[in-house]
């Protein structure tokens, strides 16, 4: 199993492009999430999904929107990039509540720069 | 006052010494993770708890729920442990929603 793959690893922006986030995983986990870090903060939840088809807001969506068409990929799309959406964002997966025995999988990042 | 608070922030060993990072939480949970996160960015997941003790090799995770507390041991410490480890609390239960602490910096000198 590849686990959580991200794409791309870095990426620089200007004010007002749009891009999006690739996130793949191959473990049919059920629950995926898209979070950001910044400095000194822990991470914030941008947007969840319990399923295919079914997607959710999380504490700082305002700028994102998401889509999950299939379990493996939930793509993140930043429509308007912003200096405030510089940050690492960070894909993760699990099973359901259940069956959960060992914790989240995480991607390893897209370091984003808004300049 | 945030809902996870971790202690130290920042932390400094010597090779071999016992570690012990600990995680203060606020809020009703049904589960508790720690984290792992690598100097090159990458994050692993350690443990999941909602009740007890945990050990996977030199490290052990343990959980009070009474006193909304959790402490992550580090035995024989070596310079490969050097990384920030997360706390991180699931609200309740039937809900994915978790609130993150803001890590503490583990530095093991050899």
């Known amino acids: 199993n590849a686990g959580v793959t991200q794409t791309p690893k870095f990426r620089i922006l200007k004010i007002g492009q749009s891009m999006t986030l690739q996130c793949t995983q191959d473990?049919?986990?059920?629950?995926m999430y898209w979070y950001r870090q910044d400095p000194g903060m822990g991470l914030k939840l941008i947007y969840y999904?319990?399923?295919?088809?079914?997607?959710d807001k999380g504490e700082v969506p305002n700028g994102y929107n998401v889509s999950r068409s299939t379990t493996e990929d939930f793509p993140l799309r930043l429509e308007l990039a912003a200096p405030s959406q510089t940050s690492v964002y960070f894909c993760?997966?699990?099973?359901?509540?259940?069956?959960?025995?060992?914790?989240?999988?995480f991607g390893s990042g897209t370091r984003l720069t808004v300049v | 006052k945030n809902e996870v608070e971790q202690s130290p922030q920042n932390l400094t060993a010597q090779e071999g010494e016992f570690i012990t990072i600990n995680c203060s939480y606020s809020v009703g949970i049904s589960a508790l993770h720690w984290l792992q996160q690598h100097p090159g960015g990458g994050i692993v997941s350690l443990f999941m708890l909602s009740s007890g003790k945990k050990k996977h090799g030199r490290l052990i995770a343990t959980i009070n729920i009474q006193e909304k507390h959790s402490s992550l041991h580090i035995t024989a410490s070596h310079p490969r442990d050097s990384a920030v480890y997360i706390c991180a609390v699931r609200l309740g239960s039937g809900t994915y929603k978790y609130i993150f602490g803001t890590g503490t910096r583990l530095k093991v000198l050899a």
């Open positions: 993760a997966s699990h099973l359901p509540q259940g069956r959960q025995k060992d914790g989240y999988t």
């Open positions: 473990m049919n986990h059920n629950y």
């Open positions: 999904s319990v399923g295919a088809g079914i997607t």
